[in-house]
């Protein structure tokens, strides 16, 4: 088997009729997906339509996204890959085969992907408004998804792999890669780190992967569409704030290095003050999960072979 396709389903059943007809046509791949819904709907289509799929239960629920992923991995057979895929994404056959190719070809790529576009699941329309061409981050530690919302005219094309890392929408990662990355008594199936729920485990993984100098790829090609959405309403805008911040937090403390430049250190100060105030007047709530992290003893930092200096070149100025 050369690739193990990883999905998490949280009563998506309306997703999973659209992507899986096409995920499933995917050469060479076998499907696992993990329920964390546990939803008994989602159950019978799988074993009536995709009797090959692996279903899984995780017997604590719903463990987020990092973990999910973590637990597919540690019920999966050997592969030579590993294909993270959230469940909203119409996959592009023809950009799958090419990432594909490219790591068959090029030995010393870790993590590829492709652009993304947005597709407009209401109305079933794929465009080509850019979801993401990778993520890109400054040197006060803030992350963002290139080019999204934008209209893709070619103008990222030529700069394709000027980013940090990858979004965990859709990713394909060598499985002896996360081995690599792990120090001490880490699982060697911890492809995220499992102080995360939701939320900047892509940023995590993309700056473990910095850290031992392995190379990640983004290709001009199409992987698929994606139908991205945002919470709405006032609790779950404080929930996904919260989880936001805190993981945020927690991967400064798993990354960040003395060996920065002082203008490094002195941005990433400021910005995250600049934060916690905003949030402490707007959602104190949220403020305090600063001292939650500070106070978190089972911290998995990155391990690290590359210098931080060739770290610092992958942040914009």
Not at 168 to 176: D, S, Y
């Amino acid at each position: 088997m050369k690739t193990i396709i990883g999905i998490l389903s949280f009563n998506d059943l309306h997703y999973l009729k659209k992507v899986l007809p096409l995920i499933h046509k995917l050469p060479d791949s076998r499907i696992i997906i993990l329920d964390n819904a546990h939803n008994d709907e989602v159950k019978s289509f799988i074993e009536k339509e995709y009797p090959e799929i692996k279903y899984l239960r995780h017997k604590e629920g719903n463990v987020g996204f990092g973990n999910g992923h973590n637990y597919i991995l540690e019920h999966a057979p050997e592969s030579e890959y590993y294909f993270c895929l959230n469940n909203d994404i119409l996959i592009n056959p023809e950009g799958f085969e090419e990432c594909i190719k490219y790591l068959d070809e090029h030995k010393q790529t870790a993590m590829i992907s492709g652009k993304l576009y947005h597709w407009d699941f209401k109305n079933d329309k794929k465009t080509n408004i850019i979801d993401t061409v990778g993520i890109v981050g400054n040197r006060a530690h803030s992350f963002w998804d290139r080019g999204q919302g934008k209209e893709d005219k070619g103008q990222y094309d030529n700069s394709i792999n000027n980013i940090f890392g990858i979004s965990g929408a859709a990713f394909i990662i060598r499985r002896e890669v996360i081995k690599k990355m792990q120090r001490g008594s880490a699982s060697e199936c911890a492809l995220f780190d499992p102080n995360f729920f939701m939320y900047k485990e892509d940023i995590d993984l993309s700056y473990r992967l910095r850290w031992i100098g392995v190379k990640i790829i983004m290709l001009n090609t199409i992987l698929g569409w994606h139908a991205r959405t945002l919470a709405k309403g006032s609790k779950k805008t404080q929930f996904l704030a919260l989880m936001s911040y805190k993981n945020h937090l927690i991967m400064l403390r798993n990354n960040l290095s003395s060996g920065y430049s002082l203008y490094t250190r002195f941005l990433t100060f400021i910005y995250e003050k600049a934060k916690f105030l905003f949030y402490l007047v707007t959602k104190p709530k949220v403020a305090l999960e600063l001292f939650t992290v500070l106070k978190m003893k089972n911290i998995h930092k990155s391990k690290r072979t590359a210098d931080p200096k060739t770290i610092e070149k992958f942040l914009l100025k």
